[in-house]
């Protein structure tokens, strides 16, 4: 989707090792979201951030980290990846062409083995 | 704390026949409420919104939704549906906080039927 990247866009690793998901945006807006995807859950949103070093936690941000050292980039980390973090991950911007509608990424799924 | 219900799983309907696609919600005060879709491998497109005015909301690709408070349901609709509509469609409310995090329900796959 114009205006937000995210990477890797598919990722398989194992159960304790380190994930870290890239979101990137050119809309230099202020707040930046991460969502996962569940069958039978929706999306439910792990953490947001406001600005640059300013992010707040989600309804599901137990395991996950996150990161903002610029505005463009807004990171994921999984510590220590467990097979429950198996998901599809979206991130988020508010959309430059409507007042509270948000522009999705086009997801990065993770597999934890 | 707002929520959001979508009471079906999925929904099938045959080409050209009117659909449906329901959604209730609880929030505090008054609600900002959403429609999104996802094709498949993509990401979520707005559809349309309702913030405040008229209860009969339009937006693209030929929905419309109508809020109706007394019920609390923003069901979606479409007077004639396409197979190109088939899709996962996810209803979604607004929470109070300057922060515009979004709240969604489980989603419902409609399936559209040639």
């Known amino acids: 989707d114009a205006g937000i990247t995210q990477s890797p866009r598919h990722k398989v690793t194992e159960t304790g090792t380190p994930v870290t998901l890239r979101c990137h945006q050119t809309?230099?807006?202020?707040?930046m979201y991460w969502y996962r995807q569940d069958p039978g859950h929706g999306l439910r949103l792990i953490h947001y951030?406001?600005?640059?070093?300013?992010?707040d936690k989600g309804e599901v941000s137990d395991g996950y980290s996150v990161s903002r050292s610029k505005t463009e980039d807004f990171l994921l980390t999984l510590e220590s990846a467990t097979s429950s973090q198996t998901s599809v991950y979206f991130c988020?911007?508010?959309?430059?062409?409507?007042?509270?509608?948000?522009?999705f990424g086009a997801g990065s799924r993770l597999t934890v083995l | 704390a707002q929520s959001v219900a979508q009471p079906e799983d999925q929904v099938n309907v045959a080409e050209g026949n009117p659909l449906t696609v329901k959604c209730t919600y609880s929030?505090?005060?008054?609600?900002?409420l959403f429609w999104y879709v996802q094709y498949p491998n993509r990401g979520l497109q707005f559809l349309l919104k309702?913030?405040?005015?008229?209860?009969l909301v339009k937006g693209s690709y030929g929905f419309e939704a109508e809020f109706n408070k007394s019920q609390t349901s923003f069901h979606l609709k479409k007077p004639s549906a396409l197979v190109s509509d088939s899709a996962l469609y996810f209803c979604?409310?607004?929470?109070?906080?300057?922060?515009?995090?979004?709240?969604f329900g489980t989603g419902t796959r409609l399936t559209v039927i040639p």
């Open positions: 309702y913030i405040t005015g008229d209860n």
């Open positions: 929030v505090s005060g008054n609600p900002y």
């Open positions: 809309e230099n807006h202020r707040y």
């Open positions: 988020a911007i508010p959309s430059p062409t409507g007042a509270n509608v948000l522009t």
């Open positions: 979604a409310v607004r929470d109070r906080t300057g922060a515009n995090n979004l709240f």
């Open positions: 951030s406001y600005g640059v070093k300013d992010t």
